[in-house]
Nanobody, 125 residues
Framework: EVQLVESGGGLVEAGGSLRLSCAASGFTFDDYVIGWFRQAPGKGREGVACISNSDGSTYYADSVKGRFTISSDNAKNTVYLQMNSLKPEDTAIYYC??????????????????WGQGIQVTVSS
């Protein structure tokens, strides 16, 4: 059974940093893509960043480029999202997801069947 568990969310002031973790189990980690998504109140789910565990390629939404970094520890079956220079508009529930996605499409939520439960990130102004 595929399981994804997010951790590391919370409340931070604008300009601050948080690191989210996504611990994965139940599938061959090296063969899958893992993406981070977020959903703010009243808005749709949007792709933030994704990484291919097979070749390490990464993709970012324009809104987070230069501020967020996605990385993977294949030995721990865990993907991280380092979020720096946080803005109030980054406030959302953040989810990680996985599937054997074609990497260039990995920021598209509908490409994924397996999702974590989500974790709240709140950035105060």
């Amino acid at each position: 059974e595929v399981q994804l568990v997010e951790s590391g969310g919370g409340l931070v002031e604008a300009g601050g940093s948080l690191r989210l973790s996504c611990a994965a189990s139940g599938f061959t980690f090296d063969d899958y893509v893992i993406g981070w998504f977020r959903q703010a109140p009243g808005k749709g789910r949007e792709g933030v960043a994704c990484i291919s565990n097979s070749d390490g390629s990464t993709y970012y939404a324009d809104s987070v480029k230069g501020r967020f970094t996605i990385s993977s520890d294949n030995a721990k079956n865990t993907v991280y999202l380092q979020m720096n220079s946080l803005k109030p508009e980054d406030t959302a529930i953040y989810y990680c997801a996985t599937d054997p996605v074609n990497s260039p499409l990995c920021l598209l939520p509908y490409e994924y069947d397996y999702w974590g439960q989500g974790i709240q990130v709140t950035v105060s102004s």
